[in-house]
């Protein structure tokens, strides 16, 4: 094997999870290799929509001010009733906790030009397109290196190169899901939709967020994606024609409560259907992520219906949180079981995601007996309870369960904190005003409220992480208020800005910290000396 056909890591797919990947993987210095077997960007519109903790990923790779350029912050989700009568409003702020907002609205080949356009401008990655990937081949043990067997469009002749690690970002037909033997869990949901994206400059009836209307006899979806930029989506049988006299006027007939288009419109050049696609919507699980050095992610590992607009974001997760964990085992000897924590921290938010948008689902479709009504009626007496259409929101990034990079004690201390993401507020440093990760780079972060311990320092040190004190960050005291509330007098940041663990407030040290500190680096150790407990400083 030559030196030059060894990469650290082979990406297969260069859409959003994949080129995501191979950017967050360079900025921490990790080379890769991205296959894509096509030449260019998927012209068609697909995902449409992303929350504040993807944007904020979108930060991490640099390409967030041009995606907010591009993106229309949107007010949020209703549930209607067949009449388009509000049963329920789930509400997202501009302004959401990891500093943008809530949900945007995007066009997905817009925002893969913006990672190929990042990708370009990084000399540790390289995208080959017009390749197709024929073969993953590991070692039984499932060791290092694996090799990667493709063919350049027009040629028979295979060409091989060797990775420490294969990403499988190769959609839900993926062969790198065959390659390790996973197999798909069936979570029960199973409909087909024709989604049609319009443009038009004629006056549409929108409240600026999505719509789903319950209706079992003819579910639906809309939303405004740009200016002139709209989507629905149907549940249509594949054998019902939308193109022709009579299917145009079946389309008009569908987008009436939106939009007036005369008869025999539809194909006018004030109502242009750039599209429209029959997607078989699907919700499953593979039941393995993982085969040694090799991955799945994205729609490789998990498919959901898009009733809550998940269906990206959770790809952008899978990358997130993967490519830290690898980049510190390639670069920086971690132990091999930090990779892992992926799968077991992944899967479950993933499972949760899809359970989610199959209840949505549900609600909308399912089925025309009294039990369906009666299930709609439930679901809009429900989310008129004060509190629980927040927490649903809430609930689409749930804290992550406890293991060995989320530390949980029995009791209420830290439980509030350790397994969810950092608040991202604007701060001051040097009279600048920034983005808290701006300001935290890509390593581990200490925040702390109170001066350093001389234990809270050797972790830093061992972990090679930032540390800064909330009030020197001079922000509006979010961060402080935070901690506050987590009755913690310092919290540890993963890179994916995951709080590993807290610092009880007055103790001055993390508990019970080397089942972590021996699988991040166990190349170096952090004391065990505890200081004198410190005042109760920050406790409410």
Same mark, same amino acid.
Do not use: N
């Given at each position: 094997m030559s030196a030059a056909s060894r990469i650290p890591v082979v990406i297969i797919g260069a859409g959003p999870v994949g080129v995501t990947a191979a950017l967050l993987l360079a900025r921490h210095g990790v080379t890769s290799l991205v296959l894509e077997r096509h030449q260019d960007v998927y012209p068609l519109p697909r995902a449409v929509v992303v929350d504040d903790e993807v944007r904020r990923i979108?930060?991490?790779?640099?390409?967030?001010?041009?995606?907010?350029?591009?993106?229309? /912050?949107?007010?949020?989700?209703? !549930?209607? @009733? =067949?009449?388009? %009568?509000?049963?329920?409003?789930?509400? *997202?702020?501009?302004?959401?906790?990891?500093?943008?907002?809530?949900?945007?609205?995007?066009?997905? /080949?817009?925002?893969?030009?913006? !990672?190929? @356009? =990042?990708?370009? %401008?990084?000399?540790?990655?390289?995208? *080959?397109?017009?390749?197709?990937?024929?073969?993953?081949?590991?070692?039984?043990?499932?060791?290092? /290196?694996?090799?990667?067997?493709?063919?350049?469009?027009?040629?028979?002749?295979?060409?091989?190169?060797?990775?420490?690690?294969?990403?499988?970002?190769?959609?839900?037909?993926?062969l790198t899901r065959d390659t390790i033997g996973a197999a798909w869990e069936d979570l029960h949901f199973e409909e087909s939709w024709r989604v049609i994206d319009v443009r038009t400059s004629r006056p549409v009836r929108t409240w600026e967020g999505v719509d789903q209307i319950c209706c079992p006899t003819q579910p639906a979806t809309f939303m405004r994606l740009g200016e002139d930029r709209y989507r629905w989506e149907f549940r249509l049988p594949a054998d019902v024609h939308l193109d022709g006299p009579d299917g145009r006027e079946r389309l008009r007939e569908l987008v009436a409560p939106w939009l007036d288009v005369p008869s025999g419109a539809a194909g006018a050049d004030d109502f242009e259907v750039i599209r429209q696609a029959q997607y078989t919507f699907r919700a499953r699980l593979a039941d393995r992520w993982r085969k040694g050095r090799v991955f799945l992610l994205g729609d490789a590992a998990h498919l959901t219906p898009p009733f809550i607009g998940q269906g990206l974001c959770a790809g952008l997760r899978d990358a997130r949180n993967l490519t830290w964990k690898l980049a510190r085992v390639l670069r920086q000897g971690a132990g091999e079981g930090l990779l892992d924590t992926y799968e077991r921290e992944r899967k479950p938010h993933a499972r949760h995601v899809i359970r989610l948008a199959v209840a949505v689902g549900w609600a909308m479709t399912g089925g025309q007996d009294r039990g369906a009504a009666l299930r709609r009626a439930v679901v809009g007496a429900a989310c008129r309870l004060p509190g629980v259409t927040a927490a649903v929101s809430r609930d689409l990034s749930p804290a992550l369960r406890a293991g060995p990079l989320v530390r949980r004690r029995p009791g209420f201390v830290g439980r509030g904190l350790t397994g969810t993401i950092c608040p991202q507020p604007w701060v001051i440093v040097d009279g600048k005003r920034m983005r808290l990760d701006d300001v935290l780079g890509d390593s581990f972060a200490l925040l702390t409220a109170v001066p350093p311990t001389a234990h809270m320092a050797a972790v830093a040190t061992a972990l090679d992480a930032a540390t800064l004190h909330v009030d020197d960050l001079d922000d509006d005291g979010t961060l402080a208020a935070w901690l506050a509330r987590g009755r913690a007098d310092a919290a540890l940041l993963r890179p994916d800005r995951v709080v590993m663990d807290t610092v009880p407030a007055g103790t001055g040290h993390f508990p019970d910290h080397t089942a972590w500190a021996a699988l991040l680096h166990p190349a170096r150790t952090v004391t065990d000396a505890r200081p004198d407990p410190l005042p109760r400083s920050t406790a409410p």
């Open positions: 979108l930060q991490s790779v640099g390409v967030h001010e041009e995606f907010a350029a591009l993106a229309r /912050p949107a007010r949020g989700l209703r !549930l209607l @009733d =067949a009449r388009h %009568r509000v049963i329920a409003e789930f509400a *997202r702020s501009r302004h959401g906790r990891h500093g943008f907002p809530q949900t945007s609205m995007f066009d997905q /080949p817009d925002l893969e030009r913006l !990672l190929r @356009d =990042a990708l370009a %401008r990084r000399p540790e990655c390289e995208l *080959r397109g017009a390749v197709e990937v024929v073969s993953v081949t590991h070692s039984t043990d499932g060791t290092a /290196p694996v090799r990667v067997s493709f063919r350049r469009e027009g040629s028979e002749e295979e060409e091989h190169v060797w990775a420490d690690a294969v990403l499988g970002c190769d959609g839900a037909g993926s």
